[in-house]
Each structure stands twice: as C-alpha cells, then as structure tokens.
C-alpha cells in the first residue's frame, strides 16, 4: 500500500498525520537519490494487468530460510518503494506473505498465512494508493478495528489487534492475497476515473 495521498474522512490522529505525510510529499519533489531508488523499487512490483494481481496465493506450508529471506527482500522493497505494506503476490510469488511498518521505526511485521477472525462494524472511508496501480487514489470503505491471526516467519502464531491506519493496511494487503484490489472495493465512478488513469499511465509505458 502506498502511503503518500493517504487521508480519512474522519479524524483519527494516525491518518491525519499521513494525510500531513502526504502535503508534504506532493508540495516537494523527492530527493533524486530517493526518487531513483523508489522508481528502481518499483520495477520490481506488478502492475495492473498482470494477471497474477487477480490470483488468489496459496497457503505457506514451509517456514524456512529462503522464507526469511523473502520477508527481508520484500521489506527493503517497500522501503524503498516508500510503501507502508507489500504482498508477496506483488512481487509475483502467489503465497499468503505479506509485510509491513505503520510507524516509520517501528520493526517490520510480517503475517504468513494471515486470517481475519474479527472485524468492526464500525467503518471508515480513506483514500488509499496502491504500489501495483500507479497514479491510482480511491476512497475505500473498512472496518477501523480487525483481530488478525496468523504465523510469523519461524512458523510460530500470532495474534494481532489493530485499529486505524494498521488495520487498514493489513486488510489492504490481506486482499491482495485473495486476488482484490482497491478499485474492487471503491465507488463505480472512482473506478471508473482510476481506470482511465491507469490506461493512460500504459500508454505512457509504451510510447517510453
Ligand atoms: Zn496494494
């Protein structure tokens, strides 16, 4: 998930400090260094039309080295990409992996084979990006508070709670494991507006 347009209808402190995150971003270019390194990332990632982004990823049954390195691999990936969460199905490895970091010090999370126990009623709509549909802000709706089970990368479970922005990425990320994507979830005219963004940012691709 990308962070930089990220706002909330609502008042929450985490998304209003995105929403500053992204002023911030949109008033000043990046760094060159910075911006090189993300385009460079981004490469990397699958974009919309490949049809791997509709798969759905099958279960991880292995937790071994090549696992751990994978999470490391995706987690300098978003980094650079400055993304807050990946999917291993964008970078085309269709198992249930995701990883990612809310809080910029925070460490990195990494949710293998994750499930949703338990979501809000409570909703909340936010615009958010996505690293495989540039050019791409839609509002979507979700829960503000979900309970997350799931196996870190030693294969031992966990359990999380998250409300917010953190809940928010997790379900974006879970979605992409099920082959969803954000304009699956936005209003007809979002996505109709995102889809012709997206044919633009192609032929952009192709005339380069
Ligand atoms: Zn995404």
């Not at 910075?34 to 798969?55: I, M, Q, S, Y």
């Not at 490391?72 to 198992?95: F, P, W, Y």
């Not at 359990?159 to 879970?174: D, K, N, P, T």
Request: hydrophobic share 40%.
């Amino acid at each position: 998930m990308s962070p930089n347009r990220l706002r909330s209808v609502s008042d929450t402190d985490q998304l209003q400090e995105e929403a500053e995150l992204e002023e911030t971003e949109s008033e000043r270019p990046l760094d060159p260094e910075v911006a090189a390194r993300r385009e460079a990332a981004l490469a990397h990632v699958r974009k919309f039309g490949d049809p791997v982004l509709k798969t759905r990823a099958r279960p991880i049954e292995r937790f071994d080295d090549a696992l751990r390195d994978e999470v490391q691999r995706m987690g300098l990936l978003m980094d650079d990409a400055l993304g807050i969460g990946l999917a291993a199905t964008q970078v085309g490895v269709l198992h249930r992996l995701l990883v990612y970091r809310v809080q910029p010090d925070a460490p990195l999370a990494a949710l293998a084979n994750p499930v949703i126990e338990w979501s809000s009623k409570e909703e909340e709509i936010a615009e958010e990006g996505c690293l495989s549909l540039p050019m791409v802000h839609v509002d979507v709706e979700r829960p503000v508070h979900v309970r997350v089970s799931a196996q870190d990368e030693f294969g031992e479970p966990i359990l999380i709670e998250a409300s917010g922005l953190e809940a928010r990425v997790i379900q974006h990320e879970f979605d992409h494991l099920e082959g969803v994507l954000i304009l699956d979830r936005t209003s007809r005219d979002q996505r109709k507006q995102a889809m012709r963004a997206l044919r633009e940012w192609q032929e952009q691709q192709h005339s380069a």
